[in-house]
């Protein structure tokens, strides 16, 4: 499990507390160096499922139309989208070595084109990124067919995390959020059931097909 910060991961902390199996590494997927420095580390560790999971809303604030803050759009892009891309790259070989062969990436229905959510308009910077990760991860998926390398995009309902804690704080209001709880275990399932045949494809926690 890697995070950018581990003396404030709290939770994680705890969590490898309890579980001699969860080890904990530094990482800032902004870092291409560090990501390359931690592969070399697990070079020869076979990897079932490599869980990109970083990513960053960059603020609603940051993105309202005549008042967007362009300086933050290359930040929310190379986390989204970037950062599960050289991922996948620098720990191909563990993943090709292990039983699974999995590369899974957590998107948003943000980033679709014909998602009904598309009507709410907003966080422009954030939508493209997430198109990006969808696409980038679908191509991967022909890029990597011929290695029985399964990816997946996922689409996590809306989890209430630090972020949308933060949002609902400043805005005032409660957003439909679900627990992290429910969404891990929704999407835990999905993971351990994903196919070969179904590389490619953006799905959401309850295993049902999202539309691009």
Known sequence: ATCRNPSKADALNALAAEDPNV???E???LEHGEIDALAQKYEGQPIDVLLSNAGILGGFENQIFGQLNYEIFNDIMRTNALGPLKLAEAFIDNIAASDQKKIMTVSSTAGSFTHPEINMGGRPFYRASK???????HSLSKDLASREIIVGILSPPLTRN???RKAEEERGIKLPAVEPEESVRGL????????LGQSGSFVNYTGDVEPW
């Not at 198109?131 to 991860?137: E, L, Q, R, W």
């Not at 399932?189 to 196919?195: L, P």
């Open 23 to 25: 080890t904990i590494e």
């Open 27 to 29: 990482l800032d997927v």
């Open 131 to 137: 198109s990006a990760t969808n696409m980038i991860m």
């Open 162 to 164: 630090d972020e949308i």
């Open 188 to 195: 835990i399932e999905v993971i351990e059931s994903f196919t």
